[in-house]
C-alpha cells in the first residue's frame, strides 16, 4: 500500500511540473495500412510491393517510444528497428511483454471455387521476426474461406490467442457466417472454433 501510495504521489508530482523536452521528428509513413500500439511500442507493417493486389505486407517497421523512466530522459529519442519476415501476412497483432507477434496470412488454392487457406504465424516480436521459441507449432492452420474482402481480427490474451476471420462491413454476405478461432499459441491446441453471424463479431472486437 505505501508502495501504491508513493507511486501516486510521484504521478501527481510530475503533471504538477510537467516540462515538454524537445525530441526529434521520425517518419512512420507506410501505405500498408496496419500496425498496432502496445507497452511503448509502435509497429507497423511494410507493403510487399510484388504481390498482385499491393495490399499485403511481408515486413514489419518496430519503434521504441522514449519513455520517462529511460537512464536519460533528457534524450528524447526513437530506436527503430525493421526487417522482412520472408512471407507475407494481412495483419498482425502483438504482445511485448512475451516478445510475441501472430501474423494472419492467407494463400490461393486451385480450385473452381477459388477459395484461400487461412493460418496464423507465431514469431517473436524482436529478433527479426524468428519463431517463437515457446511455440510447439510455428504456423497454425485456420480454414478455408472465399477471399472476398476478407479481414482479420487477432487477440492474445495469455497463452491463447482469438482470431475472427470476417467479411467487410460494406459488403456482408448474409449468408456467410463469420469465423472465430481460439488457441494456445503455446501448444499449438485449438480449443474452439465456431461461426458467428455478424451481428455478434462486435463483441468479439
Not at 526529434?24 to 511494410?46: K, N, P, V
Not at 507465431?122 to 521459441?133: E, T, V, Y
Not at 457466417?177 to 462486435?202: C, P
Amino acid at each position: 500500500m505505501r508502495e501504491r501510495l508513493n507511486e501516486l504521489r510521484r504521478r501527481e508530482s510530475a503533471w504538477a511540473n510537467l516540462r515538454w523536452h524537445d525530441c526529434g521528428m521520425t517518419d512512420l509513413a507506410s501505405d500498408s495500412g496496419i500496425y498496432e500500439l502496445q507497452h511503448g511500442i509502435f509497429i507497423q507493417g511494410l507493403r510487399h510491393v510484388g504481390t498482385p493486389n499491393g495490399m499485403l505486407s511481408d515486413g514489419v517497421r518496430m519503434v521504441h517510444l522514449p519513455r520517462s523512466s529511460d537512464s536519460d530522459a533528457e534524450e528524447c529519442g526513437f530506436a527503430l528497428e525493421e526487417y522482412r519476415l520472408g512471407f507475407d501476412f494481412a495483419d498482425f497483432n502483438i504482445d511485448p511483454e512475451q516478445n510475441l507477434a501472430v501474423y494472419a496470412c492467407f494463400e490461393a488454392l486451385n480450385d473452381p471455387q477459388a477459395t484461400i487457406h487461412t493460418y496464423i504465424r507465431i514469431r517473436q516480436l524482436s529478433n527479426g521476426g524468428k519463431a517463437h521459441p515457446h511455440a510447439r507449432l510455428e504456423r497454425l492452420e485456420l480454414g478455408n474461406t472465399v477471399p472476398q474482402d476478407l479481414t482479420f481480427i487477432i487477440q492474445i490474451f495469455g497463452d491463447f490467442v482469438g482470431i475472427l476471420t470476417r467479411t467487410s462491413f460494406w459488403a456482408i454476405d448474409e449468408r456467410r457466417d463469420s469465423e472465430f478461432y481460439l488457441f494456445n499459441w503455446k501448444t499449438g491446441t485449438l480449443q474452439t472454433v465456431r461461426a458467428i453471424h455478424h451481428e455478434h463479431e462486435m463483441i468479439f472486437c
